[in-house]
C-alpha cells in the first residue's frame, strides 16, 4: 500500500473492534488491516490478528475525508481477501458516519467492493470526492456492516423480493466463500472472472470488482459454480444475464419520472410526469441523495411545474431548470430547492411543451420548444435564455427545427438538437403504428452565435424519431432512434460516423457516456440497459470496436427496471434509470429510479460540459473541458457582407466560422470598435464583414 498521509482533525483513537467471518464461521489468525482512503491516496492506519472467535480491535485516528475500510486476509488462504466499510468521511453529499463495531465477511466484501469499485486499484480505495464518499455510502445499502447481513435498502419492500438484487448479492458473496477452504473452485473462481485480455485476479476483491466493472463476464459459469455453496440465502436459481446490483429508490411523489441531472455534490434531481396512480401532470420534482434518500424537502412544488417531462438540467451555478410539459413553462430551483420561477414559471419566449434543456458553460439556458401538430413539419424552435436572464430571452429558427426534443452542449459551446420529426408520439400503440418506420428526423446544430450551423439540418436514413443526444469527450453526438432501435455516431462536423444496431424492440428512449466514452442506452420498449463501445476503443475488451455491443445482446436485465425515459452517469460510477412507465398498455406510471452500482466509469457532474472523469491529480477534480480551437464546419457557408450586429454569447471566432473570416482578420477590420482585447465584443455593436 501506499504510505501517503492521510489529513486528521486529531480525533480521539478508535478502538475499532470487530469480526472476521468466512463460510459462516470465525476466521482465527486472520491479519486485519485498517485503511483510509482519500483523494491523497491510501494510508495504513493499524492492524491486528484476529482471535479464535474472529474477532479484533484496532486503535486509530480517525481522518477527517474520504472512507475508511478494512481488509482480512486468513494466512492460509491468500486468495481470500474480505472487506468492509468502516466510515465515510466529510465531503460527500451524506452525513458523514463513523463504525465503532464492524463484521468482515463475504456479503460486505461484495457490497463494499461493488460500491467502490471505481474507486478500487492495486494499491486499494482511494480517489477524489465526493464520488468517493458517495460511492461508500452506497454500501451500505447493500449489506449492513454492523451485523454482517444485508442492508436495509436491498431487502425493503422496493426491492428485497421484487427483483432480483438481493439474490444475486447472496450468489456473488457464496462464490466468495469459495475461497475459505476449497482451493479447486476459487482457482475456477479467479479464472472465470478474468476480463478479456486482462490477467487473473489476484484474490477474491479483485474478483468481485471484475464483476462490477464488467458485468457480462461468465454469468453461466459462475452461476452453476456458485451452486456448490449455500451460505448465504435466498440466491438465484438461474443464470443471471450479468452479474448487476440494481437498487430501486421511491419516495412520496416520485412517480413517471421522466429526466434526471446531478448536482456537483452528487444529488440526484428528477422530473416527473404524472401524480401517483393517475395521468394528471404531478406540480412536484423529486430529490434524492447518492443514497437514494429524499432530501431538500422533496418532493418540492412550486415554480410552475406542472407535469415535468424530459427537460432537467444543473447549471454551472448549482440552480437547477426543469421544463413543465404542462405548464408551458420551465421551472427553476436554487441548489438548496428552494423555487426562484414565479408560480406560473418562466414562459419568456413563447414555451409551449418544452422538453429538453442543457446549460451551457457561460450560464445560458437552451429549451427545446416542442411545440406544433405532430403532422404539421416545421413546427417548434429552441428558446435561449443569455445568462439564465428569461427577460432576454432569444427565439431560434431555422436549420432545420423541427419539433426538437433533446438538446445537449459540445466543447465548442454548440447545442445539438435531435428534431423528432412527423408522427412520432401520438402513433405509439394505435392502429397507425405501422406508419412509424416512414417518418424520420434530423439533428440541428446551433453555434454560441445562436444561430444554426452550416452543417443543419444533419440528415440521416438512420434517423427515425431521433430522441437523446449524449456527447462524448472527443465532441462526438451519439443519437438515439426510437423507432428502429439504432443509436447513431456523428463527427464533430455532423457528418456520420457509424450507425449502430440495437434489438428490434428497444425503442431507445435514450443515452449517456460515462468517463470512459462507452454509451449507454435505455429501452423503453423492452426494459434494459445496453453498453456499446464508444469512440475510446482502449477502453473496451480486446477486438472491439467503436459500437461493439458490450452488455449482453439482450440487454442488462432486472425486474426493478420498467420501461425508461432516462440514463445518466454519476461521480461515484453508478448508473441511474428513470422508471417512467409500469405498463403501457394501459400507460401507467414507472416506479421510482434505479441504480446500477459501480458499473460505469465516473463523470464530472454537472458536465463541463462534455464527459471527463474526475481527476485525483489535477488542481480540481473536476475542471471546465470547453475546447479552445475553433470547431470543425460541416457543408461550406456563402460568406456574408456588411454589417454584423453582435449577439449574446457570440465570440470573433464563432462569428468567423459562421460567415467564413479569420477571427484576427475580423479583429483587425473593427478594432476600433471592439477596442484592445479581442476576447471582448459586446452585444450591440455593429462589426464589419468581408
Avoid at 102 to 129: D, H, I, K, M
Wanted: aromatic share 6%.
Amino acid at each position: 500500500m501506499a504510505n501517503v498521509p492521510a489529513p486528521s482533525i486529531g480525533a480521539a483513537p478508535g478502538p475499532l473492534h470487530g469480526t472476521v467471518t468466512g463460510a459462516g464461521a470465525p476466521l482465527r489468525g486472520a491479519q486485519v488491516t485498517l485503511f483510509a482512503g482519500s483523494r491523497s491516496g491510501v494510508r495504513e492506519l493499524g492492524r491486528a490478528t484476529t482471535d479464535a472467535t474472529g474477532s479484533f480491535a484496532i486503535s486509530y485516528a480517525r481522518p477527517a475525508a474520504g472512507v475508511l475500510y478494512v481488509e482480512a486476509t486468513p494466512a492460509n488462504a491468500r486468495r481470500l481477501r474480505l472487506r468492509s466499510v468502516v466510515a465515510v468521511g466529510e465531503g460527500g453529499a451524506v452525513p458523514a458516519r463513523t463504525l465503532s463495531r464492524v463484521r468482515v465477511n463475504e456479503l460486505t466484501t461484495v457490497a463494499a467492493t461493488y460500491a467502490l469499485a471505481q474507486f478500487s486499484g492495486p494499491r486499494g480505495v482511494a480517489g477524489p470526492g465526493p464520488g468517493l464518499q458517495n460511492a461508500a455510502a452506497t454500501a451500505f445499502n447493500l449489506a449492513d456492516p454492523v451485523t454482517g447481513k444485508p442492508g436495509g435498502v436491498v431487502t425493503n419492500a422496493d426491492n428485497g423480493k421484487g427483483n432480483e438484487t438481493l439474490a444475486t448479492l447472496n450468489t456473488l458473496a457464496n462464490l466468495v466463500s469459495l475461497c475459505v477452504t476449497d482451493t479447486t473452485r476459487c482457482g475456477t473462481l479467479l479464472r472465470l472472472a478474468t476480463p478479456p485480455g486482462g490477467t487473473p485476479p489476484a484474490d477474491t476483491v479483485q474478483a468481485v470488482a471484475n464483476l462490477a466493472r464488467n458485468p457480462a463476464l461468465s454469468p453461466a459459469g459462475l452461476y452453476g459454480l456458485a451452486r456448490a455453496a449455500s451460505h448465504y440465502a435466498p440466491a438465484l436459481t438461474a443464470a443471471p444475464t450479468g452479474w448487476i446490483l440494481a437498487l430501486r429508490y421511491t419516495g412520496t411523489d416520485l412517480y413517471a419520472p421522466g429526466r434526471i441531472a446531478f448536482d456537483a455534490k452528487g444529488n440526484a434531481w428528477a422530473s416527473n410526469n404524472w401524480l401517483p396512480g393517475t395521468r394528471k401532470p404531478t406540480p412536484y420534482i423529486s430529490v434524492l441523495d447518492p443514497a437514494g434518500r429524499p432530501i431538500l424537502g422533496s418532493p418540492i412544488g412550486g415554480g410552475g411545474m406542472k407535469g415535468g417531462d424530459w427537460g432537467a438540467a444543473v447549471a454551472p451555478d448549482g440552480s437547477v431548470w426543469m421544463s413543465s410539459y404542462g405548464g408551458n413553462a420551465v421551472a427553476h430551483y436554487s441548489a438548496t430547492g428552494r423555487p426562484l420561477s414565479p408560480p406560473e414559471g418562466w414562459r419568456n419566449g413563447g414555451l409551449r411543451h418544452p422538453q429538453g434543456i442543457a446549460v451551457d458553460r457561460r450560464g445560458n439556458v437552451w429549451i427545446a420548444n416542442n411545440f406544433g401538430l405532430e403532422t404539421a413539419p416545421g413546427q417548434g424552435n429552441v428558446v435561449v435564455y443569455p445568462h439564465g436572464d428569461p427577460s432576454k430571452a432569444i427565439t431560434i429558427t431555422g436549420g432545420g427545427l423541427n419539433h426538437p426534443f433533446a438538446v445537449q452542449i459540445d466543447g465548442y459551446g454548440r447545442a445539438w438538437v435531435s428534431n423528432a420529426g412527423l408522427g412520432g408520439a401520438r402513433l405509439v400503440n394505435t392502429p397507425l403504428a405501422p406508419l412509424i418506420g416512414k417518418f424520420g428526423g434530423s439533428v440541428t446544430v446551433i453555434g454560441p452565435d445562436f444561430r444554426p450551423t452550416a452543417a443543419s439540418p444533419i440528415e440521416s436514413d438512420s434517423f427515425k424519431w431521433p430522441l437523446s443526444i449524449a456527447i462524448d469527450s472527443r465532441n462526438n453526438a451519439w443519437v438515439n432512434s426510437y423507432f428502429n432501435s439504432t443509436v447513431t455516431q456523428l463527427r464533430p462536423n455532423g457528418s456520420v460516423a457509424g450507425v449502430y444496431k440495437l434489438p428490434e424492440k428497444t425503442l431507445p428512449w435514450s443515452v449517456a457516456v460515462d468517463g470512459s466514452d462507452r454509451v449507454w442506452v435505455a429501452g423503453f420498449l423492452t426494459p434494459g440497459v445496453w453498453t456499446l463501445c464508444g469512440a475510446d476503443t482502449a477502453a473496451c475488451p480486446p477486438g472491439s470496436t467503436t459500437g461493439t455491443v458490450l452488455s449482453p445482446r439482450q440487454g442488462f436485465r432486472n425486474k426493478a427496471i420498467q420501461h425508461l425515459t432516462a440514463v445518466q452517469i454519476d461521480q461515484s460510477g453508478n448508473v441511474w434509470l428513470a422508471n417512467n412507465w409500469s405498463h403501457i398498455v394501459p400507460p401507467a406510471g414507472g416506479v421510482g429510479l434505479v441504480e446500477l452500482i459501480g458499473a460505469a466509469t465516473p463523470v464530472c457532474t454537472p458536465l463541463t460540459p462534455v464527459p471527463a472523469r474526475p481527476s485525483a491529480t489535477a488542481p480540481t477534480a473536476c475542471a471546465d473541458r470547453t475546447t479552445a480551437a475553433d470547431p470543425p464546419t460541416g457543408k461550406p457557408t456563402a460568406p456574408r457582407t456588411g454589417p454584423y450586429l453582435v449577439r449574446p454569447g457570440d465570440t470573433l471566432s464563432s462569428i468567423g466560422n459562421i460567415h467564413g473570416e479569420p477571427w484576427k482578420t475580423l479583429y483587425e477590420k473593427n478594432k476600433t470598435v471592439i477596442g484592445s482585447d479581442p476576447n471582448r465584443i459586446t452585444p450591440g455593436q455593429h462589426l464589419t464583414l468581408h
